[in-house]
DNA sequence: CGATGCTTTGACGAACTTCAACGCGGGTGG
DNA sequence: CCACCCGCGTTGAAGTTCGTCAAAGCATCG
């Protein structure tokens, strides 16, 4: 039986009901547990009153106690640079962990804010670490997760690193609509949260040039822009170019 | 007793002696473990021979079976774009983990390659879970490991995403510049051991340009350059370079 | 000692940033 | 309910940084 359809029901925040409940379930920390590990994860987790958009999580130099999954709506990682400016560092969905990289220094290096309302699951972090010397599985679910991360930061390094501003663009838009899709959304039709500013701090290019790549896509008949909204029209294409060679040394 | 002053003594390679003689014990792995979870620790860790400059440690989709520490030498790690190129993905220096980015899809993401004669420590991952388990400190600080990497991949993130070539040259040599420090070398005096074009891969940049903001950095007196020879002369300024304000737009 | 690979330097052009102005839409207050 | 205002997004023109192409210098190695 299912009660929770989505995991915005407000009023289920601190029920019992939660991870065996949650559509989330194949995207978030619990995959591969049984059911008693789940239950036993459970039991740490806590719900707490959804967040407003532009409100922030927790900021830069906050004590780290727990990471936090996305269970509805979307958050927005950034860390200042020295310079006293952003680095946009992630944007985060639904079952998408974030605080794991404030591990190391006991407080958070970056700073979170939802992007629309957003609900989120605690995950009290010394909690997490007994529990995961009690159940193999959540820990090498854990440092799956970690891995993984790992792994799609050095695929931002690569865009960064290496693209050009459409390349970069495209890839961002391939990301959501993969990312919407795995969640049971539209894969071609979605809303943008993030700003235009966001967009640009993020893929390190100017807000400009974000809004330019979007009008040349929309005369390429690649999509159709309208604000946030953003509507797919050659999915295939936009991977084409988001894959595509860029001139290097060798 | 100490029978290994550094890590590089090939003759010791699979003999029991292990992380507590070697000197890189307070940067690896085993940092705030006692004495009998390190013994535990040892003997799981095995040693190969010493990789020969331009030796593989193992190559994009290799099955993944352990994580390595780099004992002595550096390690170059990098990762074939979709296009097919490559993406230097970070430098590994003595007491610096890698692996962990394979951990989630059971093969290795990226290849590893010796860029000087490199002795390491391999450390078999399904054993190194199980011991895990027992030893919270273990798995603490393989977390702790982790969530630095995280971080420092956040780091360059914000290099590539938001500095200038001088920017990123000079936070690269300042980040070396620690490395070498805290294992117990000049600060200001130090062996290149990756190539021009390694160093423009990684930070983004053309060969050329690599050369030329080295030629800029030399005729201002920040440094001395003799082909892979480096010698600080400004080490402040060059954090200043670093550190420097980039035109954003807020 | 020539060959090869790595590095450096110069000239040119392209891509992107910057600066500036304008349009649009949503929210607020009259 | 409408008008105004403000923030966000778009578009154009000029300027800058960096990549590209080409060629030459310089160590290493057979």
Redesign the interface.
């Known amino acids: 039986m299912v009660y929770a359809v989505n995991g915005d029901i407000v009023g289920l925040e601190q029920a019992g009901a939660a991870c065996r409940e949650c559509n989330l379930f194949q995207l978030c920390l619990p995959v591969g547990m049984g059911s008693d590990e789940l239950e036993e994860l459970d039991s740490i987790i806590k719900r707490r009153r959804p967040l407003k958009r532009g409100e922030h999580l927790f900021h830069v130099g906050t004590p780290f106690h727990a990471i936090y999954a996305v269970r509805s709506g979307s958050i927005r990682t950034y860390?200042p640079?020295?310079?006293?400016?952003?680095?946009v560092?992630g944007f985060r969905l639904p079952g998408e962990l974030l605080g794991?990289?404030?591990?190391?220094?006991k407080q958070h290096?970056?700073a979170a804010m939802a992007m629309e309302t957003t609900s989120l699951c605690e995950i009290p972090f010394e909690r997490l670490?007994?529990l995961?010397?009690?159940l193999?599985g959540l820990?090498?679910q854990?440092?799956?997760?970690?891995?993984?991360?790992?792994?799609q930061?050095?695929s931002?390094?690569?865009l960064?690193?290496?693209k050009s501003a459409e390349e970069r663009l495209a890839a961002l838009l391939l990301s959501l609509s993969e990312r919407y899709q795995r969640r049971g959304f539209s894969p071609t039709d979605f809303h943008l949260s993030m700003s235009r500013?966001d967009i640009?701090?993020?893929?390190?290019m100017?807000?400009e040039t974000v809004s330019r790549v979007f009008s040349r896509f929309q005369e390429d008949a690649l999509l159709i822009v309208q604000r946030k909204h953003i509507c797919i029209l050659n999915l295939p294409q936009l991977a084409v170019i988001a894959?595509?060679?860029?001139s290097?040394?060798?």
């Open positions: 860390a640079t020295e310079d006293g400016h952003e680095q560092t794991l990289e404030a591990i190391h220094l290096p970056c670490e007994e995961c010397l009690r193999p820990q090498h854990l440092l799956t997760v970690m891995s993984k991360e790992l792994l930061d050095q931002l390094l690569m960064l690193g290496k500013n640009g701090n993020y893929l390190g100017a807000v894959s595509r060679r860029v290097d040394t060798e």
